[in-house]
């Protein structure tokens, strides 16, 4: 793993301790490299109205989008948890958004990781070219 990876991985591990999660008490932590070489991080967020509840990745992701980025070139998912995270649905839709595939790096709280790609876990994805 690379240098620009493993800041990737620590922003991500370092954004679960912002996670607001009096409910599921399960922190999630995220974090974007976008193309222009900006990380951008972003935690969990729930709410008494669990609908209302945002992923950290689609926090991290809003973030980046929000400074202009349209790029994503790898995503790392870090939780404090024994298991290996990963990305929700929306969350791999989300991401789909900005990247055609892109790594996706998965890291729990024993170090241990998992790289995989956006196109291994959304296969055959929608995007913004099945629209025309």
């Not at 991500?12 to 974007?32: F, I, L």
């Not at 024994?82 to 929700?88: G, V």
Request: with cysteine; net charge negative; charged share 20%.
């Amino acid at each position: 793993m690379g240098e620009r990876y493993r800041e990737l991985c620590k922003r991500a591990a370092e954004a679960c301790d912002n996670a607001y999660t009096p409910y599921s008490h399960y922190k999630v932590g995220a974090a974007v490299l976008w193309e222009s070489g900006i990380i951008t991080s972003g935690s969990n967020v729930e709410n008494a109205s669990y609908g209302l509840t945002v992923c950290a990745e689609r926090n991290a992701i809003f973030a980046g989008a929000c400074l202009g980025e349209r790029k994503i070139c790898a995503v790392a998912v870090a939780v404090p948890a024994d298991n290996i995270p990963s990305p929700c649905g929306a969350c791999r839709q989300v991401i789909r958004e900005f990247a055609e595939d892109c790594d996706i790096l998965l890291i729990n709280g024993k170090g241990q990781s998992k790289k995989t790609t956006l196109g291994e876990l959304l296969p055959d994805s929608f995007g913004a070219h099945n629209l025309n």
